[in-house]
């Protein structure tokens, strides 16, 4: 059964304290791994998709990464505007185009000042 | 700006009655649309996947009869919740994902907060 796991459930950082954010996932082959951000009360919001083991991408002060069993979302020197959930979700490889995503339950981060 | 728009964004309704939810694709073609539920603190739960001009298909466990899924075109699939009662109040999402190009992520809804006294 495809699964995604996240951890710590909740984390709480200083301004400038740089933390990750870990995903574990298994998946009968996978497509895609993404990230979304979540305010409370909105849908989740895109950050990062990656398709293979070994590939990062940045965005501002966040970068994700892929091995064969999880993702790291790495925060560097967060601001009190990065608390949101953050989302991890894998998508299995299918035969057509557009499958849901399996998400994990997520991480809440505070960033205090 | 939002790709996916989702409403009402907030509906109370009484034990009994029935809630439709609209979700839209703003500026592209999406033949799959997925209607989400979250609870406070869960993970996003995928309910179903409503097909353009078939029959939506439903995960274990949904009813099909209660959460009746209308996708009459491509930018628009409805989900409604019928003889709403009080544990259907939940948090609604629904998302899209563009055909082309090929990899492009799905994009959410704001999500329908249901209240159902």
């Known amino acids: 059964e495809d699964q995604v796991t996240q951890s710590p459930e909740a984390l709480r950082l200083q301004e400038g304290e740089s933390s990750s954010l870990n995903c574990s996932y298994t998946?009968?082959?996978?497509?895609?791994l993404f990230w979304y951000r979540q305010d409370p009360g909105k849908g989740p919001e895109f950050l990062f998709t990656l398709y293979s083991a070994g590939e990062e991408k940045e965005k501002e002060r966040l970068k994700a990464t892929l091995t064969k069993k999880e993702s790291f979302l790495h925060i560097t020197a967060p601001k009190p505007e990065d608390s949101a959930t953050y989302l991890c979700?894998?998508?299995?490889?299918?035969?057509?185009?557009?499958?849901?995503?399996?998400f994990g339950k997520g991480t809440t981060l505070s960033v205090s000042s | 700006g939002a790709v996916v728009s989702q409403h009402p964004s907030r509906v109370i309704c009484k034990s009994g009655t029935s809630v439709k939810i609209e979700c839209r694709s703003l500026?592209?073609?999406?033949?799959?649309m997925f209607w989400y539920r979250q609870f406070p603190k869960q993970s996003l739960m995928l309910m179903a996947t409503s097909n353009e001009g078939s029959k939506a298909t439903y995960e274990q466990g949904v009813e099909k009869d209660k959460f009746l899924i209308n996708h009459a075109s491509l930018t628009l699939s409805t989900l409604t919740v019928t003889s709403a009662h009080p544990e259907d109040s939940s948090f609604y999402i629904c998302s899209a994902a563009r055909l082309s190009p090929y990899n492009s992520p799905l994009h959410f809804g704001n999500g329908t907060r249901l209240t159902v006294t």
């Open positions: 979700a894998v998508q299995a490889i299918v035969r057509q185009a557009g499958t849901a995503l399996i």
């Open positions: 998946v009968s082959g996978l497509r895609g």
């Open positions: 500026d592209f073609q999406a033949t799959t």
